[in-house]
Structures are given as structure tokens and as C-alpha cells.
């Protein structure tokens, strides 16, 4: 039951994230960049899950939420290079 919770707390994750995202675009070249990689690496990860199944004992789906809060707080650090925050 653990990896469906998992899974379910990230498509939570997912949609707040790319809620998130859609509200602005990153203005750092460097903090873009950072964003289009992990959004890869969580497409491989991802990629391998579907391909294997739940073969990875919940550390796939756990490697995909840390990836999100990355990018939540490269969204936090463009804030605060945009002077939204401080």
C-alpha cells in the first residue's frame, strides 16, 4: 500500500509543482536550466518505473519527490533574484 500512496503523493506533488510553474516563467538562465533537467530526470525516472513496475521499493517514487522540491525551491530562489522575496 505504501508505494500507491507514494505514487498518489506525487501526482499531488506533480500538479502543485506544475501549478507553480505555469503562474511564471523562471527568469534565471541558470535556474531555467536547472528546471528542464530535473524535469528529464523525473521523465527517466519515471520512464523506468513504467517500464519495471515497482521494482525500485519506493525509492524511484521518493528520488521523483525530491526532484519536485527542487524545483520548488529553484522557484523560491528565482523569487528572490527577482526581488519577490526577501
Known amino acids: ?4 500512496s507514494s505514487f498518489f503523493a506525487g501526482v499531488v506533488s506533480a500538479a ?3 501549478g507553480c510553474a505555469a503562474s ?11 528546471e528542464q533537467l530535473l524535469q528529464a530526470a ?3 525516472v519515471r520512464g523506468a518505473q513504467q517500464a519495471n ?23 523560491i530562489s528565482d523569487e528572490y533574484h527577482r526581488g519577490i522575496r526577501y
Do not use: C, D, W
Not at 1 to 4: D, E, G, N, S
Open 53 to 75: 513496475g515497482p521494482t525500485f521499493g519506493g525509492h524511484a517514487a521518493r528520488a521523483i519527490e525530491l526532484m519536485q522540491q527542487a524545483q520548488q525551491e529553484i522557484s
Open 16 to 18: 502543485l509543482v506544475l
Open 42 to 44: 523525473i521523465g527517466h
Open 1 to 4: 500500500m505504501k508505494p500507491l
Open 24 to 34: 511564471y516563467a523562471l527568469t534565471h538562465p541558470n535556474f531555467q536550466s536547472a
